[in-house]
């Protein structure tokens, strides 16, 4: 893994390079269209958005002879800031990929021997119907399961669910982002952006933003953050790219953030540095926290984390004196710990108390922009409680989403009750889910299993039918107001025909609803569902402006301060920003984050962590021939104190061994990751062979990854596997 450095710095280059011009202009709303530039017969540019990450960065699609030739980033998105990063370039790989399911396949063999039949579409329908009715028949509609990552489509996807009666809606958030989400909701009521632009000094816990990309916050980051000199702290047991451009890093011991954040709000009070006017005008339990916080001192938090107490000290000072242009960032994927809940909370609080609420530089609660609705018929809620039992061990969680985890303990127990069928849309819970044996066993326990995906993704490979998405530059979609400090609205529309016999997921669900006799609620095309949304925009001659220009924005600064008024009340309890939260204490859980030491590994172990690269998503991508060229292979990081007690050289074949799983990788013996952790990336070692660049090739984490989830958000916990590495 000689090159990987070097791979990284070249694509930071690229993205830097473009994000960095484009956030000089501030919010990048230059007009791309205005020149009134000309189609020929054979040339066009069709603006649409990005599907390869959860971004929507706004593209502008350069077609030839009916080819998509090249895709350009699209300047009037200020949230994309006029960049496209190298897997928004990669997108015309997803279409023109030789691995693509190109119709619609029914399992022949057993599940994951890989024998196909290709079939055509009202074979797949009629089949994949006749299995839901079966199951709905013998065990009730509750006993289906509806599994979904975002998606523009994922709307049509989950009626379909709900109109065949199931209240069994499970979606990404409790593998992702649910515990964080989670915890600045109950904190100030709302899930705010952070104003990295115009901030002084940002704190980052593991948020890798330079390599896990955010939008606007990445190029914010170098376009604001870097080139003005604020300050960027940054904690991360690895040695990131965000590492490496950061003003202080420093290798936290893993799960001991909460330490670090508890002694910062100590230094803070002890010090009367805290915002006490904002405090007493705003928010609710400060004495109590006061009270709290006494003994977390910075020598303690030295003990938890291996950072120095005087840097601890420092840090809370600086952050203070920069209030209210200073964050501590929230991240995204907290899917980290069992007291993640916790961490993150423990961040909002910090914030609050500096009163960068609502501020330039600080956390500002979204701008929202209104959309229309299609009006369709309403179906009957579904009768069945929901099969993991939400509401009664996570009360507090998001119930539409639903808690992934836990809905697979129940569901391989039969308990509350049996679920038979499984449908899949844009997911692949074979990687997103630790402990890959039990998801294997929950698809054994299966009579039908339906995948709607662009690729033949593991949990495709294992499905009794595959119905083929059109990939998004071939689909016109529904549009998508993206709330922010600069919101906006976006709109995917059709590039070119789709190249094999594939079809947009509304024309799915429609062909599966038909023969469920569910048709009714789908009456609908796309166009009409787009016109609807269209009608309510904003936006003088909203559909004409929105195919031209693929997205409109509202111009001008951002307002901030609108919650900042004597009768604003927070969408909490009591109207407050709440410190202390008495919901959280009703629920059984700490209404002021407590901190517990980890369980650290045994002498012959190590803790397994994740992270990611900026050339892949999830476990997706690395099947890409453009995104593959830059990184062939996954690998094991060990420190080399580590790797010498155990006499792994660089570049060795091990094992690495937790109590549900064993792989095989390469060890990258590398001073970048401290000596009581490893890490792994995701998206190698395929099952599936249609994935031809990496099946069998490196190791998938989800094979070795233990179950755990945060106690209080549901959120899976992928940091507290412990892992034994052995030369091979
Ligand atoms: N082991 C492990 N598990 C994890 C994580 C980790 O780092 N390691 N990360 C967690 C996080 S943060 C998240 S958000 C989740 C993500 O979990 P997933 O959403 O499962 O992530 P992906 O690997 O991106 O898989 C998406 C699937 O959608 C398909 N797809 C892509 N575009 C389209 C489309 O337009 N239409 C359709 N129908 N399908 C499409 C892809 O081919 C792929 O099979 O995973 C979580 N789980
Ligand atoms: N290129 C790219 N960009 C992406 C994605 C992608 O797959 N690829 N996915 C998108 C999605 S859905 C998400 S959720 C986000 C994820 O983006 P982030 O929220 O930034 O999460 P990760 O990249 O998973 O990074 C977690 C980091 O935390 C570090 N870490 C591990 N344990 C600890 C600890 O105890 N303390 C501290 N301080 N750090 C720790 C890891 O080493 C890793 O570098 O990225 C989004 N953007
Ligand atoms: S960050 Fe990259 S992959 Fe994600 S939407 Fe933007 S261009 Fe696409
Ligand atoms: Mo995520």
Redesign the pocket.
């Known amino acids: 893994m000689g090159t990987t450095r070097m791979d990284r710095r070249l694509f930071l280059k690229a993205t830097g390079a473009t994000a960095g011009a484009a956030a000089s202009i501030q919010v990048g709303c230059l007009s791309y269209f205005k020149k009134g530039r000309s189609a020929t017969a054979d040339r066009r540019e069709v603006p649409t958005t990005c599907?390869?990450?959860?971004n929507k960065c706004s593209a502008i699609a350069v077609v030839e002879g009916g080819l998509v030739k090249k895709l350009n980033p699209n300047p009037e998105n200020p949230k994309s800031r006029d960049m496209l990063c190298a897997r928004g370039n990669a997108a015309i790989k997803?279409v023109y990929d030789p691995d693509r399911i190109k119709q619609p396949m029914i399992r022949v063999g057993a599940r994951g021997e890989g024998k196909w039949k290709p079939v055509s579409w009202d074979e797949a329908f009629d089949f994949a119907a006749k299995k839901l009715a079966e199951v709905k028949e013998k065990h009730g509609p509750q006993a289906s399961l509806w599994s979904?990552?975002?998606?523009f489509?994922e709307v049509f996807f989950k009626n379909l669910g709900l109109a065949f009666g199931s209240p069994n809606i499970v979606r990404?958030?409790t593998?992702?982002?649910a515990s964080v989400n989670l915890a600045y909701s109950m904190t100030f009521g709302t899930v705010p952006s952070f104003d990295l632009l115009n901030s002084r000094y940002v704190i980052m816990s593991g948020a890798n933003r330079f390599e896990s990309i955010i939008t606007p916050d990445t190029m914010d980051l170098i376009g604001g953050v870097m080139e003005r000199k604020a300050k960027l702290i940054y904690l991360d047991p690895r040695f990131t790219v965000t590492a490496a451009k950061a003003d202080e890093w420093y290798p936290i011991k893993p799960g001991t953030d909460l330490a670090f954040i508890l002694a910062m709000i100590h230094v803070i009070i002890k010090e009367n540095r805290h915002s006490k006017d904002f405090i007493a005008a705003y928010t609710t339990g400060f004495d109590l926290l006061a009270e709290h916080v006494k003994s977390y001192t910075p020598e303690w938090a030295e003990k938890e984390t291996e950072i120095p107490a005087k840097d601890i000290i420092r840090i809370a000072r600086e952050f203070s004196d920069a209030a209210p242009r200073s964050l501590y960032y929230a991240g995204?994927?907290s899917?980290w710990y069992q007291n993640d809940f916790q961490m993150r909370r423990a961040q909002a609080i910090l914030n609050a108390i500096v009163g960068n609420w609502d501020q330039v530089g600080g956390m500002v609660p979204n701008a929202k922009l209104p959309k229309g609705e299609f009006l369709f018929m309403p179906w009957d809620e579904p009768k069945a409680p929901r099969v993991d039992e939400i509401d009664k061990h996570f009360p507090l969680a998001a119930k539409g989403d639903g808690v992934y985890l836990k809905l697979r303990e129940n569901v391989l127990s039969g308990k509350p009750y049996p679920v038979k069928a499984w449908m899949v849309?844009?997911?692949?819970?074979m990687?997103?889910?630790?402990d890959q044996a039990k998801t294997l066993k929950m698809i054994e326990g299966m009579d039908f299993i339906g995948v709607?995906?662009?690729?033949m993704?593991?949990?495709?490979w294992y499905a009794d039918v595959v119905?083929p998405?059109?990939?998004?530059l071939e689909?016109t979609d529904p549009v998508e107001v993206m709330a922010g400090i600069w919101p906006a609205v976006v709109y995917r529309q059709q590039v070119v025909k789709p190249i094999h016999d594939t079809k947009p997921?509304l024309e799915i669900v429609q062909g599966l609803a038909k023969r469920l006799g569910l048709s009714d609620y789908f009456d609908y095309t796309i166009e009409q569902w787009v016109d609807a949304e269209f009608k309510e925009l904003p936006i003088p001659m909203a559909a004409e402006h929105m195919k031209k220009h693929g997205v409109w924005a509202a111009s001008g600064q951002p307002s901030y301060g609108k919650t900042l008024t004597p009768d604003h009340r927070f969408v909490t309890k009591t109207g407050k920003i709440e410190i202390f939260s008495e919901r959280l204490k009703e629920a059984g859980h700490d209404p002021l984050p407590v901190y517990a030491s980890p369980e650290q590994p045994p002498a012959d172990r190590f803790r397994l962590i994740?992270?990611?690269v900026g050339y892949f998503?999830?476990?997706?991508?690395s099947n890409n021939v453009w995104l593959h060229e830059f990184m062939k292979e996954n690998d094991l990081w060990i420190n080399p104190k580590s790797a010498a007690k155990l006499g792994i050289l660089n570049g060795a074949i091990v094992d690495v061994t937790s109590s549900v799983g064993s792989v095989k990788l390469k060890a990258r013996v590398t001073e970048e990751i401290r000596p009581d952790c490893v890490f792994m990336l995701?998206?190698f070692g395929k099952k599936s062979k249609m994935q031809s660049l990496v099946y069998n090739v490196g190791a998938?984490?989800?094979v070795i990854?233990e179950t755990a989830w945060d106690k209080v958000s549901g959120n899976?916990a992928?940091h507290e596997t412990f892992v034994k590495v052995t030369n091979a």
């Open positions: 599907e390869l990450c959860p997803q979904s990552t975002e998606g489509q990404h958030p593998l992702c982002l995204r994927r899917s849309y844009k997911q692949d819970p990687n997103a889910m630790p709607i995906d662009v690729a993704s593991d949990m495709a119905f998405e059109s990939a998004y689909r997921n994740l992270g990611r998503t999830h476990a997706n991508h995701h998206g998938s984490d989800a990854l899976a992928f």
